[in-house]
């Protein structure tokens, strides 16, 4: 399967414990996106990355979110001190760039719950 | 405000019946617009791109009207697998896309 793959599906974790997701993306995308979901919502933006670049980051996200890519290929999210309004889906998507008609490319996401 | 606004949901109709989902964006720089559609529990995937002049694939229409920031999603003759939220998308300056919150449909036999 060459699709958008992210691990873990499910996390479990206490308040207070750090957390880091893994994004696989389709090989040949430079752009690479982080959502965040919750029950009844559309996905919220969270960052962005084009190859290895963080082109931009949501005024949302506190300072114990942060994304990298380092080598312009996978891309992990942690979170830090995680708390209990951070349980939600956590989306990555992927494109290829080069027009705004780029199609975005969902995994399966990975569902946080903070106990 | 937010970015993206759409109808609230949920929308329950029969099947065979026509349904239009509205949603409204705030930046009137926004390039591109989307239709994503969501089962539940899976990921969102594209459903079609919205164009200017208006654009058709088979039993779903979509409008864009930039003048007053508005798109529309026009489904006709409804099926049961048409059920899903419709997420209405849009691509700012700089290559962010934005989501609105869903709208939810259920058809029902």
């Known amino acids: 399967d060459t699709g958008v793959s992210q691990d873990p599906r499910h996390k479990i974790t206490k308040r207070g414990q750090n957390v880091t997701f893994r994004c696989d993306p389709i090989s040949e995308h430079n752009r690479l996106y982080w959502y965040r979901q919750t029950l009844g919502q559309g996905p919220e933006f969270l960052t962005y990355?084009?190859?290895?670049?963080?082109?931009?980051k949501s005024r949302l996200l506190s300072d114990r979110f942060s994304a990298e890519r380092p080598k312009g290929s996978f891309s992990t999210l942690e979170i830090q001190r995680t708390e209990q309004g951070d349980s939600a889906m956590y989306l990555c998507a992927s494109s290829l760039s080069g027009s705004s008609n780029e199609k975005l490319f969902f995994g399966s996401g990975t569902q946080l719950s903070v106990l | 405000r937010k970015e993206v606004e759409q109808d609230p949901g949920p929308f329950n109709v029969p099947e065979g019946a026509t349904v239009a989902f509205n949603c409204t964006y705030s930046?009137?720089?926004?390039?591109?617009f989307f239709w994503y559609r969501q089962d539940c529990r899976k990921e969102p995937k594209l459903l079609m791109s919205?164009?200017?002049s208006g654009n058709e694939d088979g039993r779903f229409t979509a409008q864009l009207n930039r003048a007053s920031q508005y798109i529309s999603l026009l489904i006709r003759d409804s099926k049961l697998s048409d059920s899903a939220t419709y997420l209405c998308?849009?691509?700012?300056?700089?290559?962010?896309?934005?989501f609105g919150q869903g709208t939810e449909l259920s058809v029902k036999p």
């Open positions: 919205v164009y200017s």
């Open positions: 998308v849009v691509y700012n300056q700089g290559g962010k896309l934005i």
């Open positions: 990355f084009q190859n290895e670049a963080q082109l931009e």
């Open positions: 930046n009137s720089a926004s390039q591109s």
